[in-house]
């Protein structure tokens, strides 16, 4: 498949959008979907509804379940705890798509309503050209954003919930005795300047990146939709930040 790059690099500290190509045009989010899933966390920790030490008891057995078939996971089997952090950190470092709908169904019961909560989020946050049919990014035609749409989430999330922000520089995180290291291995972990957001893949939408940078004390937004693998995603991001 032929994908059509679409990115938008935006200066946080100077509210400057240094380069863009089709930055509100209609993308497939992928995994960056559950940056809404995580401002939504936020939102519950900072307002003290939950708290990060918190533990979830996982209540199905999310793996047999269709809709996450070739997806990431972090496997975690019914019956087995998870705290708040390490699911949060489960979707910023491997995008664990059971934990996800585990956090959808703590918050809000069902999956159903929490993506209901995330589209009123959206509203709130002026997302114009942004719907949400599941909480961590599966391809549906009517589940899209643009470039421009996910800068809204993004500097929302990092100026909001600042407080938050040091999760997203983490590149490991320990359950059940067992390490995970981060998928955003190029961009975070070998990249001095870069800090986080998330990854994103579908075969629809090709290989999508959010990434923030520290670079001559500004902190620098990219988004990057539509590689055609992993690799070429964050060397092109490296090129558009710099």
């Known amino acids: 498949m032929v994908y059509k790059k679409n990115y ?18 209609k993308i497939y989010p992928a995994s ?14 900072q307002n003290k509804k939950i708290n990060l030490k918190q533990v979830i008891v996982c209540n199905k057995n999310y793996n047999m379940l269709n ?24 979707q910023i470092i491997i995008s664990a798509c059971d934990v996800s709908i585990l956090l959808a169904e703590f918050i809000e019961g069902t999956e159903i309503k929490f993506v ?9 946050l002026n997302m114009v050209n942004t719907n949400f049919e599941n909480c961590f990014g599966k391809y ?6 643009t470039c421009n749409d996910l800068l ?38 070998h990249n001095l300047f870069c ?14 990146l959010i990434t923030t940078a520290r670079i001559n004390n500004n902190l620098i937004i990219g988004i990057l ?13 490296i090129k558009l930040l710099l």
């Open 8 to 25: 938008l690099i935006y200066n946080l500290s100077t509210e400057i959008i240094l380069n863009k190509n089709d930055e509100t045009s």
């Open 32 to 45: 960056l979907t559950k940056l809404m899933l995580l401002y939504i966390i936020f939102d519950n920790l």
């Open 67 to 90: 809709n996450l078939n070739g997806y990431s996971k972090l496997n975690i089997k019914k019956n087995e705890k998870i705290t708040i952090e390490q699911a949060i950190l489960s």
């Open 116 to 124: 209901k909560l995330m589209n009123l989020y959206s509203k709130k």
């Open 140 to 145: 549906h035609l009517n589940h899209y954003s």
């Open 152 to 189: 809204k989430l993004s500097t929302s999330l990092i100026t909001n919930f600042n407080e938050y922000y040091y999760l997203f520089k983490k590149i490991s995180f320990d359950y059940n005795n067992k390490k995970f290291n981060t998928t955003n291995t190029n961009t975070v972990k």
């Open 195 to 208: 800090e986080g957001l998330k990854t994103g893949y579908t075969k629809e939408s090709g290989y999508n």
């Open 225 to 237: 939709i539509g590689c055609n693998s992993k690799n070429e995603s964050m060397d092109y991001m």
